[in-house]
């Protein structure tokens, strides 16, 4: 990647004067690195000018884009942060800062598994970076891409501990922010490092089978267009093969059985509209059989992710599993692009609408956890405490979706208690409530909500909280409301005491944990 070639990328995508500006990074950066070696041999400038082609072709905006060329800058250079706001201002500044934070946290987080109380100040910088703006960790995965893509000339060692903590952090964290693509990226590559062996034996195996399927699936894919253009429906239809690192994951579940495997290769029809979705999905399931179990609406109940698709797997004359994907070309976009595909250079939207404490108005619902993501990052600020559980949870733990008997969808951690689920409907709710049904069951307190569960909160006008409370709810949101409620009430004194009953409650956990 050289200057000429980026500037030639940028140039259909954005303003004259902001194509000025990055080519006025580039040559800040090129300066900054003059001398530096990446392992390879090539100038250390070619890194983050991939990283900005990158960027670029996620569709991101003029101040990433920049930060990208810069995001080694200040910690590997004399270049500082002063300097570059003077010169780029705020935002491409503040970006990058961001990621140098999260690679100095990095270092801390090798291992999710162990998150002990001694990373948590490196985690907190991560959270709060995130919390403030989620371009930092576009960027930051551009940047982990490339380093990714480059990784042969490194020692193996630091292959496997680059593998490894992509698999368990950069992974999770792009599939969090729905780009399905970029994790994928990063799975493959990663997985071929951190064990060569399995993936080329796997690589093997997809390209056997393949072969055999594609044949199939075509005499699928024709009927199925003959009858959609009958039925005046405009659709593309492809093949999509299962990756092989999900592969990988999906043998361990199924006892390493192949046969088990049906959807090594899918058929994807996009379609415009979501009537023709379900349109198209009434038509197959016409057409063939299919399996009930394996019929998913992802349109209706989106993933936490914000993926939205119809999936079915049917059963055709010839005794052949055929599993489908069905989806709009903007569900497409963004099962490909996810969160990136919101700050994309067509929109012209304000960048500054999606930093700081603006951000929450623009992110779309199904990414509350990044909203509550930042309401940990004021907290690590404000200097309380927080317990390493309660930052797991709300960074990678799953979620589950529970609705309200009127049919609302809200989405929680799992784990989440009745009263967290109280809380999140509205604050006057939770403080008056007094009992749960669950299914129509009355459920106790204590007992965690599962995905699907019908909730109904029994409220009475006269009855208030307690500090009990506090050991009932799991979720930062639904704790916060009911402290502040408590402390109205005169019932605790302060954030001390509170966090101290939290702090016993944590101590409570691991003790019985340990038993
Ligand atoms: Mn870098």
Same mark, same amino acid.
């Given at each position: 990647?050289?200057?000429?070639?980026?500037?030639?990328?940028?140039?259909?995508? =954005?303003?004259?004067?902001?194509?000025?500006?990055?080519?006025?990074?580039?040559?800040?950066?090129?300066?900054?690195?003059?001398?530096? $070696?990446?392992?390879?041999?090539?100038?250390?400038?070619?890194?983050?000018?991939?990283?900005?082609?990158?960027?670029?072709?996620?569709?991101?905006?003029?101040?990433?884009?920049?930060?990208?060329?810069?995001?080694?800058?200040?910690?590997?250079?004399?270049?500082?942060?002063?300097?570059?706001?003077?010169?780029?201002?705020?935002?491409?500044?503040?970006?990058?800062?961001?990621?140098?934070?999260?690679?100095?946290?990095?270092?801390?987080?090798?291992?999710?598994?162990? =998150?002990?109380?001694?990373?948590?100040?490196?985690?907190?910088?991560?959270?709060?970076?995130?919390?403030?703006?989620?371009?930092?960790i576009i960027i930051k995965l551009a940047d982990r891409l490339h380093n990714l893509q480059t990784l042969q000339h490194m020692s193996h060692d630091k292959q496997v501990k680059i593998a490894r903590e992509s698999l368990e952090v950069f992974g999770p964290m792009a599939d969090r922010l729905g780009m399905g693509r970029v994790r994928m990226e990063i799975e493959e590559l990663a997985f071929s490092y951190l064990d060569p062996q399995a993936f080329k034996k796997l690589q093997?195996?997809?390209?056997?089978?393949?072969?055999?399927?594609?044949? $199939?699936?075509?005499?699928?894919?024709?009927?199925?267009?003959?009858?959609?253009? $009958?039925?005046?429906?405009k659709a593309e239809i492809n093949g999509r093969v299962k990756s092989i690192y999900s592969l990988h994951k999906k043998l361990k579940k199924v006892d390493g059985n192949m046969d088990d495997i049906y959807d090594l290769m899918a058929l994807r029809v996009i379609v415009e509209t979501k009537e023709d979705c379900y349109r198209v999905l009434g038509i197959l399931h016409s057409l063939y059989q299919p399996m009930i179990s394996r019929i998913k609406d992802y349109i209706a109940i989106p993933k936490p992710n914000g993926y939205q698709s119809l999936h079915t797997t049917v059963i055709t004359p010839q005794k052949q599993i055929v599993e489908f994907q069905i989806r709009t070309y903007d569900m497409h976009e963004f099962a490909e692009r996810g969160l990136a595909a919101s700050f994309h250079y067509h929109d012209q939207k304000n960048s500054k609408d999606y930093t700081r404490n603006k951000k929450s108005a623009v992110l779309p619902t199904h990414m509350q956890w990044i909203t509550q993501l930042q309401e940990i990052a004021t907290k690590l600020r404000s200097g309380e405490d927080i317990t390493s559980d309660q930052l797991n949870v709300d960074l990678f733990g799953d979620r589950i979706f529970v609705y309200s008997p009127k049919g609302d969808i809200y989405n929680l951690p799992e784990g989440a208690l009745p009263l967290d689920f109280a809380y999140l409907v509205h604050s006057d709710i939770g403080k008056h409530a007094y009992g749960f049904r669950v299914n129509g069951a009355i459920q106790p307190f204590d007992k965690p909500l599962h995905n699907g569960d019908i909730v109904e909160v029994m409220t009475r006008k006269t009855n208030s909280p307690k500090q009990a409370w506090l050991e009932q709810v799991t979720t930062t949101h639904a704790r916060n409301k009911l402290r502040a409620q408590l402390r109205q009430l005169g019932v605790i004194s302060g954030i001390s005491h509170a966090a101290a009953i939290i702090k016993q409650k944590t101590l409570i956990k691991k003790k019985e944990a340990k038993k």
């Open positions: 990647m050289k200057k000429s070639e980026l500037l030639e990328r940028a140039r259909p995508h =954005y303003e004259e004067d902001q194509v000025l500006d990055l080519e006025h990074a580039i040559d800040i950066a090129t300066k900054a690195h003059e001398g530096q $070696k990446r392992k390879s041999g090539e100038p250390y400038i070619v890194h983050p000018l991939s990283v900005a082609s990158t960027l670029i072709d996620w569709g991101m905006d003029i101040d990433s884009v920049i930060a990208g060329v810069l995001h080694d800058t200040v910690e590997d250079t004399d270049t500082n942060l002063d300097q570059l706001e003077a010169l780029f201002g705020k935002d491409a500044a503040f970006l990058v800062d961001g990621v140098t934070k999260v690679s100095q946290a990095r270092a801390g987080m090798q291992d999710l598994a162990a =998150y002990l109380p001694q990373t948590k100040d490196n985690l907190s910088k991560l959270l709060i970076a995130v919390g403030q703006d989620v371009r930092v093997n195996v997809v390209r056997k089978r393949l072969g055999k399927s594609t044949r $199939k699936l075509g005499a699928v894919r024709e009927e199925i267009s003959k009858v959609l253009e $009958k039925e005046n429906i």
